[in-house]
């Protein structure tokens, strides 16, 4: 009867080839379970030698909870000795990969089940360490092993790529002064795909990785798309020079109106010499501004006009505002080449001297661009999904409070917006 209670319990345990030795049950506290292998060698693995049980050294480790409490996996192991005394191996531990890697103090399905809890459905580290009732390091040990394996084993994780995205999010505020860490995310943009993150958002860094990558492999690549950057428009004039660059549309309308709403400002203190105020002409309009002129109605544009009227004697906002206009007006056609005049006749417009200083900027910023602007018109691509994933990996950071381990995050953000191949993380050893 007792041999059958103890089979069950092996079965309910789920472990290959182990005897339960018994269990601890405290209330309030992880159930503890104690176990050793049934297999166990009589030779030695160097010489061949008949070897003896020298200690039985014990190790706790971490499990899957069961019956909604935490549970500890103690296991006695056996540490053999050579009856050769010149033998060079002398002594060893018993070892079971299928219980548990010897580098983590968790068995190995717990480290597989927290990879795919954390990596996959986003869950914090803090969350699953409180369920399994370990600290914080323990899981995020285990998640960086089998997590590494899995992303750097995938080789089908990076496949053909035809559009590669370029952009950069923010890692982490570092020191006292909360300067400013930033990493780059490539991103296959026709899939939507996280490929990698690199640290900074220089040209450097992105440049090495595509640096490793196969030639045949950045041959396929026809658009890179990014914002209104110049390292990344470097990195692809070095490393992918025969791609087609495509300046998101997104990104130049922001610049637009980011430029008139410098000017707005400008004139705002050189008129009433402070910053803008509610009861201000040109603070009242200041969304009235940057809202698309058809979608203003027959009230909302003549409250535009008498505010401007208002505040704006020499018309100077006017004109930004007018020249933001006429930059939308560029993504109403597609049309290659008439983009491209296009581009290149604003840009000389609106660089006269009689034009803003700001509007000016903008002018130069267009022909120094038309061409990436102008790419759209025939690629249709833009850098939408790169910053999608931006928005995966900030939640990523938001599940990661306080990450300033570069590995850590680029893992943690692989295996949530990477789209590894889940089904080989039962077959892989970790790291």
């Known amino acids: 009867m007792e041999s059958n209670a103890t089979r069950v319990c092996e079965i309910l345990l789920g472990l290959p080839a182990v005897n339960i030795l018994g269990v601890e049950d405290v209330q309030d506290e992880s159930l503890r379970i104690h176990i050793e292998c049934t297999e166990h060698t009589s030779t030695c693995r160097e010489c061949g030698s008949q070897v003896h049980i020298k200690e039985r050294p014990v190790v706790e480790l971490v499990d899957l909870p069961a019956f909604g409490r935490p549970v500890r996996l103690i296991w006695h192991k056996r540490r053999w000795e050579c009856s050769i005394s010149t033998c060079p191996v002398k002594t060893w531990t018993e070892d079971n990969p299928r219980i548990a890697s010897s580098r983590l103090s968790m068995t190995d399905r717990s480290g597989r089940w927290i990879t795919e809890?954390?990596?996959?459905?986003?869950?914090?580290?803090?969350?699953?360490?409180?369920?399994?009732?370990?600290?914080?390091?323990?899981?995020?040990?285990?998640?960086?092993?089998?997590?590494?394996?899995?992303?750097?084993?995938?080789?089908?994780?990076?496949?053909?790529?035809?559009?590669?995205?370029?952009?950069?999010?923010?890692?982490f505020r570092l020191g006292e002064w909360h300067t400013l860490q930033w990493a780059t995310c490539l991103v296959d943009v026709e899939a939507g795909t996280l490929l990698d993150l690199v640290e900074g958002r220089t040209a450097k860094a992105p440049s090495t990785w595509l640096k490793q990558r196969a030639a045949s492999w950045k041959q396929q690549i026809r658009y890179g798309t990014m914002d209104l950057s110049g390292p990344y428009k470097s990195v692809f004039d070095t490393e992918l020079s025969h791609v087609i660059q495509v300046a998101d549309p997104f990104h130049v309308i922001k610049h637009a109106n980011s430029k008139l709403d410098e000017c707005r400002r400008r004139v705002q203190n050189a008129t009433l010499e402070h910053r803008g105020r509610?009861?201000?002409?040109?603070?009242?309009?200041?969304?009235?501004?940057?809202?698309?002129?058809?979608?203003?109605?027959?009230?909302?544009?003549?409250?535009?006009?008498?505010?401007?009227?208002?505040?704006?004697?020499?018309?100077?906002?006017?004109?930004?505002?007018?020249?933001?206009?006429?930059?939308?007006?560029?993504?109403?056609?597609?049309?290659?080449?008439?983009?491209?005049?296009?581009?290149?006749?604003?840009?000389?417009?609106?660089?006269?001297?009689?034009?803003?200083?700001?509007?000016?900027?903008?002018g130069?910023?267009?022909?120094?661009?038309?061409?990436?602007?102008?790419?759209?018109?025939?690629?249709?691509?833009?850098?939408?999904?790169?910053?999608?994933?931006?928005?995966?990996?900030?939640r990523v950071k938001r599940g990661a409070f306080g990450f300033t381990n570069f590995v850590n995050f680029r893992i943690r953000s692989l295996l949530y917006a990477g789209r590894p191949n889940w089904s080989l993380l039962k077959t892989l050893t970790p790291r």
Request: net charge neutral.
């Open 278 to 362: 509610k009861a201000d002409p040109l603070y009242r309009c200041r969304r009235l501004l940057t809202k698309a002129k058809e979608r203003l109605d027959d009230k909302g544009r003549e409250k535009l006009l008498g505010l401007l009227k208002a505040g704006d004697p020499d018309g100077e906002v006017a004109t930004a505002w007018q020249a933001k206009e006429a930059v939308r007006a560029l993504y109403v056609h597609t049309d290659a080449k008439l983009a491209l005049e296009w581009v290149e006749t604003l840009g000389k417009e609106l660089q006269g001297k009689e034009k803003p200083i700001e509007v000016r900027s903008l």
């Open 117 to 171: 809890q954390i990596g996959r459905y986003a869950r914090s580290v803090n969350e699953v360490a409180h369920e399994l009732g370990c600290d914080w390091h323990t899981i995020n040990s285990a998640v960086i092993a089998y997590g590494t394996v899995l992303v750097d084993e995938d080789t089908c994780r990076i496949g053909v790529v035809s559009a590669l995205g370029l952009d950069e999010t923010l890692f």
């Open 364 to 394: 130069r910023t267009l022909i120094r661009w038309r061409k990436q602007i102008a790419a759209w018109h025939e690629s249709q691509v833009t850098n939408g999904p790169t910053e999608s994933m931006n928005n995966l990996v900030k």
